[in-house]
């Protein structure tokens, strides 16, 4: 989902929802591989029962990885995504079920965002293109050598339903699945269910329909163990949905890929980390992109979190249901960014928009009398109150931004004038001043001048090899998150550092997990007193793809032209800005009260549009929102007027989502007679495929957040164009456009083969024909509904041909695996968003520190795992959560009530240096509360520097000045790495006082020191 940096977010405002995979590795003996038996206990303590994958997630990055040559041909491609599904499966060693779900066609809503990033990558590769002849050109009048123009880069957009290439993914995955059905002991007994790209559906909700479909029917375990990988932010709304309290989501590591994907400090390169590198000459070996770790994301810890956060202080009228204060949770998600809806301008993740519509609903759920959601349906008059808040902050919320914004370019000025790089810079042009006069004086030497041609032409041809690396990167159309699946390794590709103001212009760098990328913006570097440099880049490679990912769109690394002026036309910081953006924007007027009431209602139709697609399926395959850009918060009036109903309709078929999507340049993934409608002057519908378009900067300083002005579809102008060459496809184009069954497959060992074999046993019954599928029995299909009929396209115990000969895979000559259509139940009453009879919930996870935190709305950052001494250097351990009245400079320990140790070492490592470390009880106000107002770490009353006492014992005289520097120091400590507490001993001794006074206020600023 578009949800920029969301899941970064959530992992540091709820750390322990997140935890390292235990991977076991396979080993290489005298020569000879030995895999992982996947077979053994699961090393991470669990044994899941069921694996689903969001396989779109895995497909992109094993295409085109960042870090490493792309496959060389498509079948290359289908080997190193064989590779990572073995991984992937032998990390989860699932015992029951594997269900791989490849995206088919999206409901028209999403459509739109895919058509618009598609366009534009487009666009960015005819822009290179055009480069590199440019620079070609340069080469040929310098050298009279005209150089080879590097081949263009594979096209990621033919992963895209109904492309020949999504044909052969299909059948390599069959046939992967008999190989592994055949061969692998660990997959002897676990089902498969394989959801190819002509099943309609986006993959992730594919898998949520199996899911509550199975919940609704009476032989469902509720302990089932389900874990779900895939790179979306959406995964993590998804699986609360469900309300399946054991679900865990597995992704690669974001911080491991974070630091990759930035380029070295010192040669600039990726790959390696800077303090790694051997100099910008030699060659440094690149990370083993295949060690790239992965973490679960537990919803059972999330959900504990949120039920502690959720729970208003004041008691409710009603009683406090978790269930559905999780559903509401989701929903008030939704206003931050979807897939669907452009987000609404006040409200950015960054500025504390969550924190801020959490503390909206708590004040209103009692008045409200009840949720805001029940079921995946909306009560639009219980919403408009939270509205109604959100609108009259809007104002203060556009002023406080524009102030931010001034003072994080302020510091970025101070910061690139100091830096090293801007040092390095005067040299480089006063190096370049000295080369310009040799060459002045070299001019009429011919020798030296062609020598001179010859360099130029080698600069040349480095631009174009350069320029042919971008324009492959700008191809990905799946921008992941973290970005590497399996041994090929790609991570991901946002990048930089969004400057965190809250109160001062002294900015403080964030970290990138918040932020927001300065594309090719000079490198900040800010030196801490070890003079360790914290670099934050502003690289970043890709083209943002179908948005399925938390960051999609914020990936480009192309900043706005130089030439170009970017303007901030509407001005919302400044009187006036409503009527400045309806009128640019929209083109009517803020007065104009029943246009502005139209787009409202579209928009809050949308809304609710996207909560019943989460919590029942989709709901209307043909709405979409027919504006770019959203409303504004203060003019969401009278929701509760507002008819929400749509109508059902029908998926398109994939040739037909082809034509809305694609832009004319990758017509060759259609058959003929359609790509002429693409380019024909006479086609109907030529007008949907511009090669020239407008991008909307107003407001913008990059690319990736430009609003790309494309044509909306006119659906039944293209279905009437396309109705006219579907006489002319050929029987095969004509399989490609077809929708298909999923299909289910096992192995001759699983409990279900026999049965599944009566199927094809050759008797007429009905009861074993096509038009009747016969249900499951849930004593052999390990409680799985459903039913099951024939696959005419398979033929037991014959070979299963493969379809990559061409690469050494040769075909299974004895397939002993089957093969069944497979047919979801169809419960008779909608999902219910409820715990089912008999679960039996997970351990409690968090402590009593833990859950003190969340409730304060502060959040513990998370440490620097890949620093070289582990000490995390960060800036800012304990921040304020924007949109709750806390301190925004309180530490807290992970013992502040008892001595026992944080389960996860990040928290005993760190957390302990701010207030109420040592397992001693909390101080009284005054003992920790400074003249300055900000609050420092534990310290005994009685030798506290502020207290009230009238004097301090001569023998801590220098403990005090170093209890001081303390104080000064945990504030500083809190953002730079915490202080240490002043123990006892040392507050009784003035050398070790003074010694505490030195490593005070300079440890403190160190992030070292402290009490």
Known sequence: MGVAAFYRWLVRK??????????????????????VDATKPNPNGTEFDNLYLDMNAIVHPCCHPQFKAAPATEEDMMLELFSCLDRVFNMIRPRKLVYMALDGVAPRAKMNQQRSRRFRAAQEAEEKAKEQAEASEEVFRATGERPEIPEKPWDSNCITPGTPFMELLAKSLRYYVAHKLNTDPAWRTVKVLLSDSNVPGEGEHKIMAFIRRQRMMPSHDPNTKHVIYGLDADLIMLSLATHEPHFRILREDVAWADTLSRPCGTCGKKGHFTRECKGPNSETPSVDMGTQPFVFAHMDILREYLGHELKPEKPLPFPFDLERAVDDWVFLCFFVGNDFLPHLPSLEIREGAIEKLVGFWKEELPA?????????????????????????????????????????????????????????KAAADQMAAVVAANARRAREDEEKAKRRNFEAADKLRAKLANMSARSEAAEDDEVVESGLVGASGSPEKRTATEHDDDETDAMQV????????????????????????????????????????????ESSETPAPEETVVSDNVKFHETGYKERYYQLKFGISADDRKAVGKIVEHYVRGLCWVLQYYYQGCGSWGWYYPYYYAPLASDFCDLDMINADLELGEPLRPFEQLM???????RKHLPEPFGELMTSADSPIIDFYPTDFSLDMDGKKFLWQAVILLPFIDQQRLLSAVQAVYPQLTPEENARNDR???????????????????????????????????????????????????????????????????????????????????????????????????????????????????????????????????????????????????????????????????????YNRHYSRGRGGGGRPPPSRGSYRGSSGHRASHQSERYHPFSKRPSHPPDVAAAGRGARGGHRGGHRGGHRGGGDHWTASSSHSSNNGSHRSGGGYRGGYRGRGGY
């Open 368 to 424: 409200a009398g009840g949720y805001i959601t029940h079921d995946g349906a909306v009560d639009l008059f219980r919403i408009q109150p939270i509205m109604d808040k959100i609108g009259g902050l809007e104002e203060e919320t556009f002023r406080e931004r524009k102030r931010k914004e001034d003072a994080r370019e302020r510091q970025a000025q101070r910061n690139h004038k100091n830096s090293p790089s801007a040092n390095n």
């Open 660 to 666: 809305g999507v694609l832009p004319a340049a990758s």
């Open 14 to 35: 709820y750390p322990k929802v997140q935890s390292r995979v235990v991977e076991e590795q396979p080993v290489v003996l005298n020569g000879i591989d030995i895999p």
């Open 510 to 553: 964030d970290d990138a997990e918040m932020a927001e990328p300065p594309a090719k913006q000079p490198k900040l570097e800010i030196e801490d007193s070890d003079d360790k440099k914290f670099e934050t880049s502003g690289i970043a490679a890709g083209d943002a793809g179908d948005g399925d990912s938390e960051i999609a769109g």
């Open 740 to 906: 298909s069954p999923e299909l289910l497959l096992v192995s001759a060992a699983n409990p279900l083969y026999e049965s599944l074999c009566d199927l094809y046993a050759g008797s007429s019954s009905d009861a074993i024909s096509e038009a009747a599928p016969v249900p499951l029995n849930p004593r052999f299909s390990g409680r799985m509904s459903g039913t099951v009929s024939r696959d005419p396209a398979h033929v037991p115990h014959t070979a299963c041909e493969s379809p990559l000969r061409s690469v050494g895979r040769e075909d299974i000559e004895d397939d002993r695996s089957i093969g069944v259509v497979y047919h979801h139940p169809q419960p008779e009453i909608n999902h219910t968003a409820v715990l089912l009879p008999g679960v039996r919930l997970p351990r409690r996870a968090l402590t009593a520190r833990d859950i003190e935190l969340v409730r304060s709305g502060e959040t513990a950052r998370p440490p620097s795992r890949w620093s070289r001494n582990d000490n995390n250097r960060d800036f800012g351990h304990f921040y304020r959560q924007q949109g709750n009245d806390v301190s925004a400079d309180r530490g807290y320990g992970p013992r502040r009530y008892d001595d026992r140790g944080n389960a996860n070492p990040a």
